[in-house]
């Protein structure tokens, strides 16, 4: 039988052992943090009315798997800049278009994006990537054409141009 002396002592010897593997196990490095979006679909307008001003929406899955799903939105254009504009080609003045985002899915509205800006302390409930699980959808993109820009376009010309996304974890 050992001595109660040592017996203690080798409870405390296992109580340390015990708190130095806990710190090690919470020293490890915390996962990179990711995000994925899915769901883009070109946006297309055609047989508009330079009277009225014309929005497209579409919804999207954005998925973070910081805490609380935090994820920043950058939107560059194909324009000088990154500006917002679509390209009808040679000396024709581009026409500009405004974008906006909302971290709510069916949203026809949402917060103004400004080119080659992050937005910020948006959060998604996607439960995995691509939406595969819960919601179908978490987010919407919003695109709109002014009928001011419109009456100032050229007449039967095909603008075109690129939105770039950018999807980072906050």
Same mark, same amino acid.
């Given at each position: 039988? *050992? %001595? %109660?002396?040592?017996? /203690? !002592? @080798? *409870?405390?010897?296992a109580r340390a052992a015990l708190a130095v593997l806990a710190a090690l196990a919470c020293?490890?490095?915390?996962?990179? /943090?990711?995000?994925?979006?899915? @769901? +883009?679909?070109?946006?297309?307008? #055609?047989?508009l009315d330079p009277t009225v001003s014309v929005t497209r929406s579409q919804n999207l !899955?954005?998925?973070?798997?910081?805490?609380? @799903?935090?994820?920043?939105?950058?939107? *560059?254009? #194909? $324009?000088? /800049?990154?500006?917002f504009t679509l390209s009808a080609g040679g000396s024709v003045a581009p026409l500009p278009?405004?974008?906006?985002?909302?971290?709510?899915? =069916? &949203?026809?509205? =949402?917060?103004?994006?400004?080119?080659?800006?992050?937005?910020? =302390?948006?959060?998604?409930? &996607?439960?995995? %990537?691509? !939406?595969?699980?819960? %919601? #179908?959808?978490?987010?919407? +993109?919003?695109?709109?054409?002014?009928?001011?820009?419109?009456?100032?376009?050229?007449? $039967? +010309?095909?603008?075109? @141009?690129?939105?770039?996304?950018?999807?980072?974890?906050?």
């Open positions: 039988m *050992r %001595p %109660p002396a040592a017996e /203690a !002592c @080798g *409870r405390r010897a020293a490890r490095p915390a996962a990179a /943090a990711t995000v994925d979006i899915s @769901g +883009l679909q070109d946006v297309t307008f #055609s047989s !899955c954005v998925f973070s798997n910081t805490l609380l @799903g935090l994820y920043s939105v950058t939107a *560059r254009g #194909s $324009g000088s /800049a990154s500006a278009y405004q974008v906006q985002w909302s971290a709510v899915s =069916g &949203a026809s509205s =949402g917060t103004a994006l400004s080119p080659a800006t992050a937005l910020t =302390g948006q959060a998604s409930n &996607a439960i995995l %990537p691509t !939406c595969a699980l819960g %919601p #179908s959808s978490s987010a919407s +993109l919003i695109v709109t054409l002014r009928a001011s820009d419109l009456q100032a376009a050229g007449s $039967g +010309l095909t603008y075109s @141009g690129t939105l770039n996304l950018t999807i980072a974890p906050d």
